[in-house]
């Protein structure tokens, strides 16, 4: 049972915007906070935002003022909204639950910044 699905990425121009999208599972949503993380090519995967139940949120220092995380409680979603975008942005961005009994990660959601 997939729990945890990204989406909302795609091909955008440098100083473009997207929003990712990250749908869970209700039982997930109510006792979780999620992280955001990507992976470049070629690189290691990076953790990016935190996102607490509460609403409570951090960010790695790169994206500070350009990102904003947010959740949904009708929809059991968060976002991943993404402005002022660069090519060093360029990766393969993941949500996943703020718990390491959750080892397994979703497909994630391609995002490149190019013109």
């Known amino acids: 049972q997939v729990e945890f699905v990204e989406s909302g990425g795609g091909l955008v121009q440098p100083g473009g915007s997207l929003r990712l999208s990250c749908a869970i599972s209700?039982?997930?949503?109510?006792?979780?906070?999620m992280d955001w993380y990507r992976q470049a090519p070629g690189k290691e995967r990076e953790w990016v935002a935190s996102?607490?139940?509460?609403?409570?949120?951090i960010y790695q220092d790169s994206v500070k003022g350009r990102f904003t995380a947010s959740r949904d409680t009708t929809k059991n979603t968060v976002y991943l909204q993404m402005n002022s975008l660069k090519s060093e942005d360029t990766a393969v961005y993941y949500c996943?639950?703020?718990?390491?009994?959750?080892?397994?990660w979703g497909q994630g959601t391609q995002v490149t910044v190019s013109s």
């Open positions: 996102i607490t139940r509460s609403g409570y949120i």
């Open positions: 996943k639950p703020s718990s390491s009994a959750f080892v397994s």
């Open positions: 209700e039982r997930i949503f109510r006792n979780y906070g």
